[in-house]
């Protein structure tokens, strides 16, 4: 089964950025659909990016919270799927996870935005 790694989180002040990444055990050239999630504490997970690459041109797709803060993208050739986080807020701090079809969840990544 295919296993995701995320990292390249870490404390940074508001208004900063990070990449994610999430590294994959496998190819993931076939995924037609990954995503990022975010889990604050005391609250559920929830979705901040998705890419979809199937059918025509494919399409992305973010929370209503990212407000054109956040890309997601995807390197087949590296097996990784990234976020760009920009202009980050104190209410964007969570574990951060990636997610494709028939893979269990990973660790996640700490991003915590603090002064």
């Known amino acids: 089964q295919l296993q995701l790694v995320e990292s390249g989180g870490g404390l940074v002040r508001p208004g900063g950025s990070l990449r994610l990444s999430c590294a994959a055990s496998?190819?993931?050239?076939?995924?037609?659909?990954m995503a990022w999630y975010r889990q604050a504490p005391g609250k559920q997970r929830e979705l901040v990016a998705s890419?979809?690459?199937?059918?025509?041109?494919?399409?992305?797709n973010y929370g209503n919270f990212v407000k054109g803060r956040f890309t997601i993208s995807r390197d087949n050739a590296k097996k990784t799927l990234y976020l760009q986080m920009n202009s980050l807020k104190p209410e964007d701090t969570a574990v951060y996870y990636c997610?494709?079809?028939?893979?269990?969840w990973g660790q996640g990544t700490q991003v915590t935005v603090s002064s």
């Open positions: 997610y494709a079809p028939s893979t269990n």
């Open positions: 496998g190819s993931i050239s076939s995924i037609v659909y």
């Open positions: 890419i979809h690459t199937g059918g025509s041109g494919g399409s992305i």
